[in-house]
């Protein structure tokens, strides 16, 4: 049971329903527009992959800010951020439905990741400060499951409405909900004290910077007329800034972004090998709808409910995770469902028109099992020996790389297939090279995690309250 807070705060379980309606908007707004990018290139008269642009810039927005959130929110104070954020939200998913360029579009969806930014980590962190430590795996799953359904439902929604309706109807999906939690925020969330603190102007902007020029780099070389030396000079630029931010966080009195919880050698391991699992894992929903749909001619909605057993295993191997993670320990089921994960993604590649929807599924299945088994226990080995003084930082930090992950993924993902593709119509050939590409990552990041202890995370492992204490206290 999680205990209630303390005077003067928010309720810990009302509080972690309304983070968790916030993180089903955010979800379900990255997951349900996949199946809907052709219809979306069709409309702006774009290449299906160009498309995907709109997907990058929404992560890449939603990575940028988020170490902002956490200093928005103590300058200005918790309320005002999350219902403003909210608020934000809702405004920019019906800019999307009125857009009438791609340009348009992907301006909103910047818009949309800013507001998603502000919105889900401020909500994220009030749960974490609220919850004891003790109490943290089941403070978190308060606001995580539901969020799981997120993924699940978006791809047939998304998918269903695309092809029935348009795909602008998938963004009006989002209008309801966010009143609703704006209506509740409002009543619900308390005002937080405000701090002054002052703000890292050049942190923020060298992260930035670092971020995008990294990413155009990627994008650019997507392009089957793109030049190399200038898409390099790009990427290399990108990463030298990123030292550069690193150097300026790492001496920098109160830097936005605070690297010490890298100090930890769990949370190092998760943020770095597991980043690598997540990117991997993370091409799997941008490259299937495109491929059933682009080259095997599937309508959005068969996509859709194709891509759903991804999630499907997902959401069903959580009921067994945490029994494994006690049984096994963390180091063997990060080796293992890396692994797996690996293998899943290089199963995708022998993919073609005549693979039965049976194959396809039950493979898209399993590596959706092995992906919320990865992820599980990433998310909670990453925290396990985090002091809660540092928790705060440690979880802007995480965040922050998470969504970089993610937004490589897509990156790394349409670079792949468009220049597999060099510029001539996509063929199951050029996305066999993708999901091959993202094998080789999964497989370089589960085989990394042989470097951590086998004892790592034990006390998480093995429960708040072993066997043996209990027989002790009865």
Same mark, same amino acid.
């Given at each position: 049971?999680?205990?209630?807070?303390?005077?003067?705060?928010? $309720?810990?379980?009302?509080?972690?329903?309304?983070?968790?309606?916030? !993180?089903?908007?955010?979800?379900?707004?990255?997951? #349900?527009?996949?199946?809907?990018?052709?219809?979306?290139?069709?409309?702006?008269?774009?290449?299906?992959?160009?498309?995907?642009?709109?997907?990058?810039?929404?992560?890449?927005?939603?990575?940028?800010?988020?170490?902002?959130?956490?200093?928005?929110?103590?300058? !200005?104070?918790?309320?005002?951020?999350?219902?403003?954020?909210?608020?934000?939200?809702?405004?920019?998913?019906?800019?999307?439905?009125?857009?009438?360029?791609?340009?348009?579009?992907?301006?909103?969806?910047?818009?949309?990741?800013?507001?998603?930014?502000?919105?889900?980590?401020?909500?994220?962190?009030?749960? /974490?400060?609220?919850?004891?430590?003790?109490?943290?795996?089941?403070?978190?799953?308060?606001?995580?499951?539901?969020?799981?359904?997120?993924?699940?439902?978006?791809?047939?929604?998304?998918?269903?409405?695309?092809?029935?309706?348009?795909?602008?109807?998938?963004?009006?999906?989002?209008?309801?909900?966010?009143?609703?939690?704006?209506?509740?925020?409002?009543?619900?969330?308390?005002?937080?004290?405000?701090?002054?603190?002052?703000?890292?102007?050049?942190?923020?902007?060298?992260?930035?910077?670092?971020?995008?020029?990294?990413? !155009?780099?990627?994008?650019?070389?997507?392009?089957?007329?793109?030049?190399?030396?200038?898409?390099?000079?790009?990427?290399?630029?990108?990463?030298?800034?990123? @030292?550069?931010?690193?150097?300026?966080?790492?001496?920098?009195?109160?830097? /936005?972004?605070?690297?010490?919880?890298?100090?930890?050698?769990?949370?190092? @391991?998760?943020?770095?090998?597991?980043?690598?699992?997540?990117?991997?894992?993370?091409?799997?929903?941008?490259?299937?709808?495109?491929?059933?749909?682009?080259?095997?001619?599937?309508?959005?909605?068969?996509?859709? /409910?194709?891509?759903?057993?991804?999630?499907?295993?997902?959401?069903?191997?959580?009921?067994?995770?945490?029994?494994?993670?006690?049984?096994?320990?963390?180091?063997?089921?990060?080796?293992?469902?890396?692994? /797996?994960?690996?293998?899943?993604?290089?199963?995708?590649?022998?993919?073609?028109?005549?693979?039965? !929807? #049976?194959?396809? #599924?039950?493979?898209?299945?399993?590596?959706?099992?092995?992906?919320?088994?990865?992820?599980?226990?990433? $998310?909670?080995?990453?925290?396990?020996?985090?002091?809660?003084?540092?928790? $705060?930082?440690?979880?802007?930090?995480?965040?922050?790389?998470?969504?970089?992950?993610?937004?490589?993924?897509?990156?790394?993902? #349409? @670079?792949?297939?468009?220049?597999?593709?060099?510029?001539?119509?996509?063929?199951?050939?050029?996305?066999?090279?993708?999901?091959?590409?993202? @094998?080789?990552?999964?497989?370089?990041?589960?085989?990394?995690?042989?470097?951590?202890?086998?004892?790592?995370?034990?006390?998480?492992?093995?429960?708040? $309250?072993?066997?043996?204490?209990?027989?002790?206290?009865?």
């Amino acid at each position: 049971m999680i205990p209630r807070a303390e005077p003067g705060r928010t $309720n810990v379980r009302p509080l972690a329903v309304l983070v968790a309606g916030a !993180y089903f908007m955010e979800m379900f707004d990255g997951t #349900a527009i996949i199946p809907a990018l052709p219809a979306i290139a069709e409309s702006f008269d774009v290449r299906p992959v160009d498309a995907g642009l709109s997907v990058t810039a929404y992560l890449l927005t939603a990575t940028a800010m988020i170490p902002l959130s956490g200093w928005l929110a103590d300058r !200005y104070g918790v309320r005002k951020v999350f219902c403003a954020a909210i608020a934000g939200f809702v405004l920019a998913s019906v800019l999307c439905v009125v857009a009438l360029t791609l340009w348009q579009f992907v301006a909103s969806r910047v818009a949309q990741g800013f507001a998603g930014a502000m919105m889900v980590p401020v909500g994220r962190t009030l749960v /974490l400060r609220i919850a004891p430590k003790a109490d943290l795996m089941a403070a978190t799953a308060i606001f995580t499951w539901p969020g799981l359904v997120a993924p699940v439902l978006g791809p047939p929604i998304g998918g269903l409405v695309t092809t029935y309706a348009s795909w602008r109807w998938v963004f009006l999906i989002n209008v309801p909900f966010g009143l609703v939690a704006l209506v509740f925020a409002l009543r619900m969330v308390e005002e937080s004290p405000t701090e002054r603190r002052p703000f890292d102007r050049t942190g923020f902007a060298l992260s930035t910077a670092a971020i995008a020029v990294l990413m !155009y780099g990627l994008e650019f070389t997507s392009g089957g007329h793109a030049h190399w030396s200038v898409a390099g000079g790009l990427i290399v630029t990108g990463l030298a800034i990123g @030292a550069l931010a690193v150097r300026h966080a790492r001496l920098h009195p109160a830097p /936005l972004i605070d690297l010490s919880p890298l100090r930890i050698a769990t949370y190092a @391991a998760c943020t770095w090998q597991g980043g690598l699992l997540r990117l991997a894992i993370n091409m799997v929903p941008f490259l299937l709808p495109l491929l059933f749909q682009v080259v095997f001619g599937m309508s959005a909605a068969v996509s859709g /409910l194709l891509v759903l057993t991804v999630f499907v295993g997902n959401l069903l191997a959580k009921t067994v995770t945490t029994p494994i993670m006690r049984r096994f320990g963390f180091r063997p089921i990060l080796l293992v469902s890396g692994l /797996l994960s690996a293998v899943s993604l290089a199963a995708c590649a022998l993919f073609d028109p005549s693979t039965p !929807y #049976a194959t396809i #599924a039950a493979i898209c299945f399993l590596g959706g099992v092995f992906r919320s088994l990865a992820f599980t226990a990433t $998310n909670t080995l990453a925290f396990a020996d985090v002091p809660p003084a540092t928790m $705060n930082a440690a979880s802007t930090l995480y965040a922050t790389t998470t969504q970089l992950s993610i937004g490589l993924g897509v990156a790394v993902a #349409a @670079a792949t297939v468009r220049l597999a593709a060099d510029g001539s119509a996509l063929t199951a050939a050029d996305f066999r090279a993708g999901f091959l590409a993202g @094998a080789v990552i999964a497989l370089a990041g589960a085989l990394l995690f042989l470097r951590i202890a086998p004892s790592s995370g034990a006390e998480v492992s093995a429960g708040r $309250n072993p066997p043996r204490q209990r027989r002790a206290a009865s």
